[in-house]
């Protein structure tokens, strides 16, 4: 293992260097550097070892090229996006809050936190000053609630 640990120590500091000439960002290029040594350590006993940097800079290279590739399919991926997803309307919720007259106004504050605004319950349960399992009870109280107005209304 000794003669690992000393490749090791002495490729380094150039594959490094290489992999953040190839990606330009640190901490991929430690990723990078690091999956490089992963894979030579897995296949050390292989290898000649006269052959190390310039084996060790192919795997950098080919990672490299992988993670440009995967860049390039994510932001091809997501320019065919929305910027963001299109909620319901206020005014379809407002309808929904409507259809049941019987919800207090913690329930209606309580859905609407979360539903519209998308926060947690611990969140919500900050912002209006009540207890976790509070904001859960209202929760559940208010679906049951809007279950039997919708399915009255219909």
């Not at 990078?32 to 000649?48: G, K, S």
């Not at 995967?70 to 259809?99: C, F, H, M, N, V």
């Amino acid at each position: 293992m000794t003669d690992f640990d000393d490749a090791y120590r002495a490729h380094l500091t150039a594959v490094f260097r290489y992999a953040v000439k190839c990606v330009g960002r640190r901490e991929i290029a430690e990723g990078i550097t690091a999956e490089a040594f992963a894979a030579l350590y897995h296949t050390y006993d292989r290898i000649d070892a006269s052959l190390l940097p310039g084996w060790l800079f192919t795997v950098v290279k080919n990672r490299a090229t992988d993670f440009w590739r995967r860049d390039a399919l994510e932001r091809r991926y997501s320019s065919g996006l929305d910027p963001e997803p299109k909620a319901e309307t206020s005014s379809s919720i407002q309808e929904w809050l409507d259809a049941a007259p019987t919800l207090r106004p913690v329930h209606r504050a309580c859905l609407i936190l979360r539903y519209v605004h998308g926060l947690e319950r611990t969140a919500i349960a900050g912002r209006l000053g009540l207890s976790d399992t509070q904001v859960k009870g209202y929760l559940q109280y208010a679906h049951q609630l809007l279950r039997k107005a919708l399915s009255e209304k219909q």
